[in-house]
């Protein structure tokens, strides 16, 4: 009796070992598989029927996210026309004549055309001209109208420049602006008389009244 109970306890061993594919070492690792997981040899030991699929649960795939074509920001360029390359006449006269007119075009317009007159009663305008002329140790031209223009006349002109006739290297050693204060008068015209004039170096500055002022300008300092 002692020996046939070992016998019949290794023959649903034996069984399950051949029922299950790969043998003892399949059994082995079901086995082991099985504890870990609490559940029973018998289940641990389950074969599909040849052929059958095995069931596996499956993970729905994540949807796929939205993409967004960003398009790129525009950006307003302003359209700059390109600039015109600077030529140098070598007739000074004809310096003011290649540039553009510009500028004389954009003059105030006051209404009345003809300069008024001038009396003692208050609250009247004066017409005042200013302008700053860098002349790079050249002489002026003798036309000064594109730059000094006479039409609309003003009452008072300040006239400005800097290296008129000589560079500021050689205005250290001679400063005089007369031949361009005389230009300048005579451009205006006798209607026009310089009250005063001042230069320091390549820097000049004179002012021009009409004749409508002169009665009005006495003591005249300049500095």
């Excluded at 059994?27 to 029927?49: I, K």
């Excluded at 006269?93 to 500028?103: F, G, I, K, T, V």
């Excluded at 002489?139 to 594109?146: G, Q, T």
């Excluded at 290297?169 to 451009?187: F, L």
Aim: charged share 15%; hydrophobic share 40%; with cysteine.
């Amino acid at each position: 009796a002692p020996s046939a109970a070992p016998k019949a306890t290794a023959a649903p061993a034996a069984s399950a070992a051949q029922a299950v594919p790969g043998g003892l070492l399949a059994l082995a690792g079901d086995a082991a598989e099985a504890s870990r997981s609490g559940r029973s040899l018998a289940q641990a030991s389950a074969v599909a029927p040849p052929g059958a699929v095995e069931a596996r649960p499956v993970t729905p795939a994540a949807a796929p996210k939205p993409t967004v074509d960003y398009a790129a920001p525009v950006v307003a360029t302003p359209q700059v026309p390109p600039a015109t390359p600077a030529t140098q006449s070598p007739n000074q006269d004809s310096y003011l004549e290649s540039q553009p007119q510009a500028a004389v075009n954009t003059l105030y317009h006051w209404a009345e055309a003809e300069l008024p007159s001038v009396t003692q009663s208050p609250k009247q305008a004066l017409r005042v001209w200013c302008g700053v002329w860098n002349l790079h140790g050249k002489h002026a031209p003798a036309d000064l109208n594109p730059w000094l223009p006479k039409h609309p006349r003003h009452h008072i002109y300040v006239v400005g420049t800097s290296e008129c006739e000589r560079s500021i290297e050689k205005s250290m050693i001679w400063a005089s602006k007369a031949n361009w204060e005389r230009q300048v008068q005579n451009h205006l015209g006798e209607e026009f008389k310089m009250i005063g004039a001042s230069n320091m170096s390549a820097i000049h500055i004179m002012v021009f009244v009409h004749q409508y002022l002169w009665k009005y300008c006495w003591d005249i300092k300049t500095g």
